[in-house]
């Protein structure tokens, strides 16, 4: 994962759970906010993953993978 993409993740995310929480205060449509809440969760650990991977991965250079 690139840079690029792990802020587009952040900024999802963090708007996905705004709008969950407008949705759930405004109507009776909990189904929508639910599950809403629940992607911006697994966005939240698919960046968790990709922090964990790069840390795993070691220094740029020989035999790092993606090289």
Do not use: F, V, W, Y
Request: net charge negative; glycine share 8%; hydrophobic share 40%.
């Amino acid at each position: 994962m690139d840079n690029d993409l792990i802020a587009r993740l952040n900024t999802e995310s963090s708007d996905l759970r705004r709008r969950a929480m407008e949705i759930d205060k405004s109507s009776e449509d909990r189904d929508t906010a639910l599950l809403m809440q629940g992607l911006a969760t697994a966005i939240d650990a698919i960046r968790a993953l990709a922090a964990t991977a790069g840390r795993l991965d070691g220094p740029p250079g020989l035999g790092r993978s993606g090289d």
